[in-house]
């Protein structure tokens, strides 16, 4: 977390340890930085506040942690490199981030390849195809999710799902209060301060399987992305795809149906836009286009924080 108060007077004069006594979302290096921040301050700290309350509730997140997947891990029996290696994915394409041998830094990062949208697993570990199904209830853990999808509980997919099954999650929490999700087909969601999850944007293809018939934008808005990928805009038409060379999410011409559900032949659009910087600093240009349904941030020292701003956008 950065100064809220910063750029305000004079030169922040350390790390941002203090919180704000009543919200608690935001934090600065001093007290003259959170005096000079408050007349700014003052209104979203309300929201914040009713926010905040929610918070217990968001630090139950089933899709957090990644146990059913990898148990093995989890009890020490294996590390995350063998675990890896084991399933001919250490190293690889959007695992690349999933062990300590790590990715290289970001700003030298060749991306283009990151775009081959594929998973490195054979067709029956991974959500290569639309679901066979539609979704018949709230999904509430992995074991519920891997079912859904026919997939193996020994799967590794978790590692990478969980971004877009927290997204999935924080909407269905955040819809608990208004119905508005179920009742509009456009979902447009702010995601703030992405980090690894840049090399593996295509696991946020499975979005297009978990809100089928539905057009879901989000803007990643973090300081990792690198400036020369400022502003741009990512397409994703479906699922990864699997390695299986004779299998139908390989063949062109079904690429377009890859993310249509078998059942209820809807498909789904997901645009992903990248935004180097900070959320303040960048909101007021993002909201004029884009104003979002849903605020969230993985990667916040609080687990997440979405915040359903109430908006017209749907009504
Ligand atoms: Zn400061
Ligand atoms: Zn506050
Ligand atoms: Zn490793
Ligand atoms: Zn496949």
């Known amino acids: 977390m950065e100064c809220a108060g910063k750029g305000r007077g004079s030169r922040c004069i350390g790390w941002p340890t203090r919180r704000c006594g009543r919200c608690g979302a935001v934090a600065y290096c001093s007290v003259s930085h959170q005096l000079l921040h408050w007349k700014d301050h003052r209104e979203e700290c309300k929201r914040l506040e009713q926010q905040m309350k929610r918070i217990d509730v968001l630090n139950d997140f089933p899709f957090t942690f990644t146990q059913e997947a990898t148990l093995e891990i989890l009890e020490k029996k294996e590390t995350r490199c063998s675990f890896l290696s084991k399933r001919g994915i250490h190293g690889v394409g959007m695992w690349m981030c999933e062990c300590r041998c790590g990715p290289p830094p970001l700003t030298s990062f060749d991306f283009s390849r990151l775009m081959d949208d594929v998973w490195d697993l054979s067709s ?37 799902l969980h971004w877009p099954l927290t997204v999935y999650h924080a909407t ?21 301060g992405p980090e690894k999850e840049l090399l593996q944007l295509s696991a946020f293809g499975e979005l297009c399987a978990l809100f089928n018939g539905m057009q879901v934008h989000i803007e990643l808005i973090g300081p990792a992305i690198p400036q020369d990928r400022d502003g741009e805009k990512i397409d994703l038409r479906g699922c990864a795809r699997c390695l299986d060379a004779d299998c139908i999410c390989r063949s062109s011409s079904s690429s377009e149906n890859v993310n249509k559900i078998a059942v209820t032949g809807k498909s789904s659009a997901l645009t992903l836009q990248l935004h180097r910087g900070f959320y303040h600093d960048r909101f007021q240009d993002l909201k004029e286009d884009s104003f979002p349904q849903l605020v969230i941030a993985p990667n916040a020292g609080i687990a997440a924080y979405p915040s359903w701003i109430p908006t017209l956008v749907c009504l």
Not at 143 to 150: N, Q, S, T
């Open 124 to 160: 029956d570990l991974c959500p290569s195809h639309g679901p066979l199904s539609s979704i018949s209830k709230h999904l509430k853990s992995w074991k519920d999710y891997y079912e859904w999808r026919c997939i193996p509980l020994h799967s590794p997919v978790a590692l990478l």
């Open 172 to 192: 269905q929490i955040a819809s608990v209060r208004s119905l508005t999700v179920e009742s509009c087909n456009k979902l447009c969601i702010h995601y703030l």
